[in-house]
């Protein structure tokens, strides 16, 4: 499989503050990049997507891409103790079938 | 509006036991499918995916197999399961982006 590559964490943050997750990929074919949310024994809820190089906002997220270092991230703004979850990164290569996931990211907000 | 239903939710069975679960999808046609399988504190493993009926592309060798017999239907089988099959499988398809149901937790004894 092609490796995509998470800080397994916990990675813990004061309410309020800003989560930040890393997400490096190996196959340089790679094309389409996700965010997965995915709650302790629960199915993988969709985040962000982002395609092209640069930053790309929805609401307190923000995806960003490096492909000329294969690299993806993802800012959480203004944390909340609802978004502690385990955090999916998921590459898609150029034939746009498979979709390769990271380990994840468990992330801890404290009150 | 597109929605795709996975069950059981649970599932315990013993080794050596076969195993089918079942996935199906409303509201689009040939779409793609795939069955994933988190084994516990890990990340999505990708099994199977299909791109049409009888269409199955085989990611990992393993003691598992997977069918489309329908268009919006997907399954996951296992003549006999091993202890290493446990784990928590996941379908999904895929509209550009991919979306899941909501996963069986397999336990095998």
């Known amino acids: 499989q092609k490796e995509v590559e998470q800080n397994s964490g916990p990675l813990s943050v004061p309410e309020g503050a800003i989560a930040s997750l890393n997400c490096t990929y190996s196959?340089?074919?790679?094309?389409?990049f996700f965010w997965y949310r995915q709650y302790s024994g629960k199915s993988p809820e969709l985040i962000m997507s982002?395609?092209?190089?640069g930053d790309k906002e929805d609401g307190r997220f923000t995806a960003q891409l490096n492909k000329a270092s294969q690299y993806v991230s993802l800012l959480i703004r203004d944390s909340q103790p609802s978004d502690s979850a385990t955090y999916l990164c998921?590459?898609?290569?150029?034939?746009?079938?498979?979709?390769?996931f990271g380990s994840g990211t468990k992330l801890n907000v404290k009150p | 509006s597109q929605t795709i239903h996975q069950w059981p939710a649970t599932l315990v069975q013993p080794v050596g036991s076969p195993l089918s679960l079942e996935c199906t999808v409303e509201?689009?046609?040939?779409?793609?499918l795939y069955w994933y399988r988190q084994a516990a504190g890990r990340g999505l493993q990708l099994l199977f995916y299909?791109?049409?009926?009888?269409?199955i592309s085989s990611e990992v060798p393993q003691n598992l197999s997977a069918s489309r017999p329908q268009d919006r239907q997907f399954i996951l089988s296992s003549k006999k399961l091993l202890l290493s099959d446990s784990g928590f499988y996941l379908c999904?398809?895929?509209?550009?982006?991919?979306?899941f149901g909501s996963g069986t937790q397999l336990s095998v004894l």
């Open positions: 999904a398809w895929k509209v550009q982006k991919l979306f």
């Open positions: 196959d340089r074919g790679s094309q389409s």
């Open positions: 982002i395609y092209s190089n």
């Open positions: 998921a590459v898609v290569v150029y034939n746009f079938n498979k979709f390769y």
């Open positions: 509201g689009t046609s040939n779409p793609n």
């Open positions: 299909s791109v049409g009926i009888g269409q």
